[in-house]
């Protein structure tokens, strides 16, 4: 049973600061428990743009933080829509090159490429990638076994989502590096240990997605004159059957996978052993009997670390939600975090249980409605696998340094983590 959380009072919380995203984990979720207790739909300020950043400071946002209104929110899309985007700032124009795909987009856009790239995803596709997650995870416990101890996060969270992104798109393991360190780029922007003070936010986060973007383009450049079995030939066939993919929809598509299926994955796993660790009954209990548990064991990990923390969506038109009237441009924020913590729908929230039923009440994955996680099937299998690989190879793996956070209100990343095992 975790430690209980101090009382905060909804009125004191500010979620706009960075200081409260670099607060102790207890203390913000006392923040979020004030705000699902006494102000469900609550209006807040947005986050004062960085100098560097030369974004108008928005006019600010109702915060969902209550699992109903998530859900309701994340269903009606024709109300609660996706393509005046879904971080918190509008982003300036030059950012759609690169990080405009299908997340940010509504019907029927979303829904035409959403059924193009769906080839990659289906069982089909699953099945075809099952072996290669399973010699990745035993040749990542293989580099590092010998040695008895490791940073969990660099040396055995991440290498397995970035290099199955890499194998299903045909990227050459030459250049798994250069990808992991320009979506850390991406996704760390809020971080100083990924974008130092005094470099230019914008100029980092457009050259990091111009990269992704050049090694997509110059992938499909190949793949055109000799298609190979991966998803990059399969999007480029999509083309010559009439259902085209434009070449900056192809490499936006790319840099939303990079981004979208590797931090995420990576912090559930890291999250999911910090947790097992803390809990080592649940350990004890999930190791006896792995396969039976999995499922439930998988999703509580995923409700547990919130690996994505927010997206947004803005009205459509005047309507209400929990009560409240909400007007035609305006913003609200899904706060998933505080959506998985909900006391009216999971008993004892704070309490880690690998067989808590039902849980595909979780809402990591996002709350249901059309731009429900695509690799949602792919990341569950990624970390079953990891964590029976640990189990069965590495028993005795325990937590020894750390963890050390990112510094977001946006990602629950994981940097580094110290294991070791006898
Ligand atoms: C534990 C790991 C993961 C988590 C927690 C996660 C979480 C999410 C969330 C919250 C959304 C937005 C849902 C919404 O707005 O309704 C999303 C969308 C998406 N995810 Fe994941 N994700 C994970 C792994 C992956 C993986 C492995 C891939 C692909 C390789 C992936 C690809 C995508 C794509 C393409 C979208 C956009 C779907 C659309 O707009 O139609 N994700 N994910």
């Known amino acids: 049973m975790a430690a209980p959380l101090p009382t905060l009072r909804a009125a004191d919380v500010d979620l706009s600061t960075p200081e409260f995203w670099m607060q102790p984990a207890p203390l913000r979720e006392a923040a979020f428990a004030a705000l699902r207790r006494e102000a469900p739909m609550s209006f807040h300020k947005e986050f004062e743009p960085p100098p560097d950043?030369?974004?108008?400071?928005?006019?600010?946002?109702?915060?969902?933080?209550r699992h109903a209104e998530i859900l309701e929110a994340s269903r009606n899309a024709d109300v609660f829509c996706s393509g005046r985007g879904t971080n918190i700032p509008d982003l300036p124009e030059s950012f759609k090159e690169f990080f405009g795909s299908m997340i940010s987009m509504d019907e029927p856009r979303h829904g035409r490429l959403r059924r193009i790239v769906s080839r990659g995803f289906t069982p089909r596709a699953l099945g075809r990638l099952e072996d290669a997650v399973q010699r990745r995870a035993r040749q990542t416990i293989d580099r590092v076994i010998d040695k008895g101890r490791c940073d969990f996060v660099t040396e055995i969270a991440a290498p397995l989502p970035l290099e199955i992104i890499c194998d299903m798109m045909g990227i050459p393991e030459s250049q798994t590096?250069?990808?992991?360190?320009?979506?850390?780029?991406?996704?760390?922007?809020?971080?100083?240990?990924y974008v130092p003070p005094g470099t230019n936010l914008m100029v980092a986060a457009l050259t990091a997605g111009k990269a992704l973007a050049d090694l997509m383009n110059d992938l499909a450049a190949e793949r055109r004159k000799s298609p190979q079995d991966d998803l990059t030939s399969a999007l480029l066939e999509a083309e010559l059957e009439g259902e085209s993919l434009t070449q900056q929809e192809l490499a936006s598509f790319f840099v939303l996978l990079v981004a979208a299926g590797n931090e995420?994955?990576?912090?559930?796993?890291?999250?999911?052993?910090k947790a097992l660790s803390d809990f080592p009954d649940e350990r004890r209990r999930w190791a006896a009997d792995f396969e039976r548990i999995a499922p439930t064991a998988i999703e509580e990990i995923v409700r547990w670390a919130s690996p994505v923390i927010h997206f947004r969506r803005t009205a459509t038109r005047d309507t209400e939600l929990g009560g409240q009237k909400v007007r035609a441009g305006e913003k609200v924020v899904l706060w998933y975090n505080s959506g998985n913590r909900d006391e009216r729908v999971f008993v004892d929230p704070y309490r880690f249980d690998i067989t808590r039923e039902p849980n595909p009440a979780q809402i990591g994955f996002g709350a249901g409605g059309p731009h429900f996680c695509l690799g949602a099937n792919l990341a569950r299998r990624e970390m079953t696998v990891m964590f029976d690989t640990i189990r069965q190879r590495v028993p005795s793996l325990r937590i020894t340094g750390g963890p050390d956070y990112l510094q977001s209100g946006f990602i629950n990343g994981i940097k580094r983590m110290q294991c070791a095992w006898d």
């Open 53 to 65: 950043l030369p974004l108008p400071r928005g006019p600010g946002y109702w915060a969902l933080v």
């Open 177 to 193: 590096r250069f990808v992991f360190e320009k979506t850390n780029v991406i996704l760390g922007l809020g971080d100083p240990e």
């Open 264 to 273: 995420t994955t990576r912090n559930a796993i890291s999250h999911g052993m």
